[in-house]
């Protein structure tokens, strides 16, 4: 059973446009919620994380938006860049599980010039 | 500045051939992870390793086993392989086994088993 839903599969935008990434859990036990970028033939690589007690984190271009009633979360790109073109993961994980990471299915991204 | 290295980066096995994939951290990580990634499937936890001398099972441990051989080895074995083995393998650390901490990856080993 997936726990931790994610969508699209894939995404095409251009350049400077806002890509959105969606996921969605269900465990309302998770409490920490990262998004991680892999570039083909590399590991995936931390992004942006955000625990449950806030709505919004900024880094950067990188906002997440997390809406606790609902149990989802987003990935915002701001003036997306054909740099940006990976696969993007969210996940979740709960203190209780120590450092146990779920994963969503993943999001490849193509930001065209 | 080497972080987690995975060994081999390819392979490639007949069914029922056995093998051991080999991780090492160089960044005093307590905690080491193993995943296989598949398409449309993200990432799955296999085995991890919450510190030296111990080790659980994740989500998909069937026809696999692990050894934490010291604080900077994770080692995945496979006793027989199965075509439905093949998969990119990740190998991961993080400091302490607190969910807010950071996992650094390795960059994968490709496995096809014919």
């Known amino acids: 059973q997936q726990q931790v839903k994610q969508s699209p599969q894939s995404l095409i935008v251009q350049k400077g446009g806002i890509p959105i990434i969606n996921c969605a859990y269900e465990?309302?036990?998770?409490?920490?919620f990262p998004w991680y970028q892999q570039f083909p033939g590399k590991g995936p690589a931390l992004l942006i994380a955000?625990?449950?007690?806030?709505s919004e984190k900024k880094e950067g271009r990188f906002t997440i938006s997390f809406n606790k009633s609902a149990k989802q979360f987003s990935l915002h790109i701001m003036d997306s860049q054909p740099g940006d073109s990976a696969t993007y993961f969210c996940?979740?994980?709960?203190?209780?599980?120590?450092?146990?990471?779920?994963f969503g299915e993943g999001t490849q991204l193509t930001v065209n010039p | 500045n080497a972080g987690v290295t995975q060994t081999p980066k390819f392979q490639v096995l007949k069914t029922g051939q056995s093998m051991t994939l080999q991780c090492a951290q160089d960044?005093?990580?307590?905690?080491m992870y193993w995943y296989r990634q598949d398409p449309g499937m993200g990432l799955r936890l296999i085995y991890y390793?919450?510190?030296?001398?111990?080790?659980d099972k994740g989500e998909v441990p069937n026809g696999y086993n692990v050894s934490r051989l010291n604080k900077r080895e994770f080692s995945l074995r496979l006793e027989s392989a199965a075509p439905s083995q093949t998969s990119v393998y990740f190998c991961?650390?993080?400091?302490?086994?607190?969910?807010?901490?950071?996992?650094?990856f390795g960059d994968g080993t490709r496995l096809s088993i014919l």
């Open positions: 991961a650390s993080s400091s302490r086994g607190f969910s807010n901490q950071p996992q650094h």
């Open positions: 465990n309302t036990a998770f409490d920490y």
């Open positions: 955000i625990r449950p007690d806030v």
């Open positions: 996940a979740a994980s709960k203190e209780t599980s120590g450092s146990r990471l779920t």
């Open positions: 960044m005093n990580h307590n905690s």
């Open positions: 390793s919450a510190s030296e001398g111990t080790t």
